[in-house]
């Protein structure tokens, strides 16, 4: 880690750099995920660095949907795990949800370190004896060959075929695009974190939350336990999330006017 002294201005960001950075270097985060990051940083810093209430209003809504869905699963690729291993825990266990590893760039090894990384924080696994023990532990799902989603050609149309392949919504945080289209048309609700309004993923899940990764999962868990399903479904259907979108927009482009 780098020494970067807490009085800095920009010491969380700061300190987020070097976890992805640690990422890559555990073999965990595609060199890719730099990137990734580094475009998440341009638009948090035009967002103001803070959940703006139009990411409220999404995570009020995502909340609600988790809660609703039959079979949730949890999608994990390398910068997520990185960044939130244990906010992605947490809220496995709140959605009795399993999560299952889904990268995009395909590197030797990189997913099973995902998954060990995972059980290290905590997570379950049918080949893991040592968390098997540990009170509402999610599982950690792995790709097969077995189950292929359709419309999609690269790495992630391997699923499990009792994960994301059976999920009715697939909460995918930080994704590429073409994934969530195959989703959706397979008529399942995908469910988004992205900084980027204007992404193609953003555009077409059912619910985008724009806001950082990080300050989103502690949020979403604490409103998924404070839900009550008398009104989440009325919270679903009165959701838009072009009109969300709209606004984070707005807000972006107040910021450049000054
Ligand atoms: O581990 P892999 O191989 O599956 O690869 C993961 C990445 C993220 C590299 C891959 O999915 C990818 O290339 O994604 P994109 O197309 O760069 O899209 C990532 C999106 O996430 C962009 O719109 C970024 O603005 C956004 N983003 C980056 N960091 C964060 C973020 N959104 C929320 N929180 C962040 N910390």
Redesign the pocket.
Known sequence: MTDVPKTHPRYLSLT?RDTIVAGVAQGI??V??L???G???A??YLIGETTQPFAIEAIHAAAAMLRLAKHPVISV???VAA?VPDGLIELGQVLNAPLEV????TETG?EQRIREHLLKHKARSETSPANVGVEGAPDVLMPTTEAQLSYIDSN?KFVHPDGIFKADVVFV?????DRCEALRKMGKAVVT????PM?R??QQASITIV????R?LPLLCKEIREFSDSTAADTVSQYSNEAVLKKALQHISRCGNG
């Open positions: 987020l985060t595609s890719h995920g990137i990734a990051h475009r998440g940083e638009f948090d690729n390398g910068n960044l889904n990268i995009f760039h990189r992630r945080p930080l994704e590429d695009g974190v992205d900084l980027n992404s993923t953003a806001d950082n990764v990080v989103t």
